[in-house]
């Protein structure tokens, strides 16, 4: 038996190959590329049980590696099961794609496909409700956050984009894209909600961490301070904080505002309205490389210099705006402490 040396673990993996990271496990197809097998399946076999090479058959075609490939992709997004290896079947989802018995019912399908797929659906709802980042930033929170090889984030980029742009989950805002949320529509699947609690359990939040919030003062969008980011900074597990004299009474109100920013874990900007005062003090936070969440009701609120940073856009003509917002503003908050590079603005000497 062949020795090893001692103090070296044996990596995953085959022999002489490095362990692939876990995104390397998402399709390698975009969703509309791979209805050929499940359609052969529901027209010639009506969708019953059947092998691998009777699936493939049934398209005319042998099973040769690319059509393994298909294969799998249709079984990642959940199209098919294995009831058994070597076996599949037509899942609920293939068929309210393939025959929706409703007029919604294929929208339904192919977004219900799209979050089953897996890191494709981890990276839809980490980003949903906000411009895709830019190449170089995206790649890198590919890599970081959700493990996908380095040389595989340009072929991941193509088929999320593809795969999102035939379920209607993305929309063009001038020259970026968004991603829309569709957590709390009718008929949106359980997989478009975000996990809060999920994300609360692996980052480590002290009941009396501080949250500073900077907005403007003034209605409508100074309500929104105890409708929607209290609660959604009390979710997070945080105290919120803001600069007004029920918060900090008597003292000289820079002083204080310093002093909050100072101590705070995290910070969120509300920029809608672009507000002289939030604008001020978003600069003092990114001067001291604090993590802040920005969010905004538009595009025009955003300055063109901050839009590579993450940001939460919000649709007031949308009946569910409010509860998106609080359950997407908890996740970034969190997300900024587990990692604050998504959410510190980089000096030059950093880039």
Known sequence: MAS???GVRAKKGSPGRPATGSGDNFPRH???KVFRIPKAILDQNAGKECTDKEAVGFTGLKLTGPLKSEL?????????DRPSA???VLTDIA?????????TQKVEGLREATLKAPVMGEVYKHYRGENLPDPEFFNNALVDKFKVSQDKTSEFRVIFLETLQSA?????HGDRTRILDIAQQPGAPAEAAGDVEKLAKTVSVDPSDTCFMMMPFAPPVGDYYSTIYEPAIRKAGMRSVRADDDMFGTGKIMDQIWQGINGARVLVAELTGRNPNVFYELGLAH???????????????VPFDIRHIRVIYYNMQDPFWGQKLIEKVAENVLSAIQNPAEAVLKTPLQT
Do not use: N
């Open 30 to 32: 975009s969703l509309e």
């Open 168 to 172: 209607g989950l993305i929309e063009k």
């Open 72 to 80: 799998g992709s249709a079984i990642k997004y959940g199209l098919l």
């Open 287 to 301: 001067a001291l490389q604090k993590p802040v969440v920005l969010v905004a009701a538009t595009e025009e609120d």
């Open 95 to 103: 068929r309210k794609i393939l025959r929706p018995q409703t007029p």
């Open 4 to 6: 090893r040396k001692k």
């Open 86 to 88: 070597g076996r599949v």
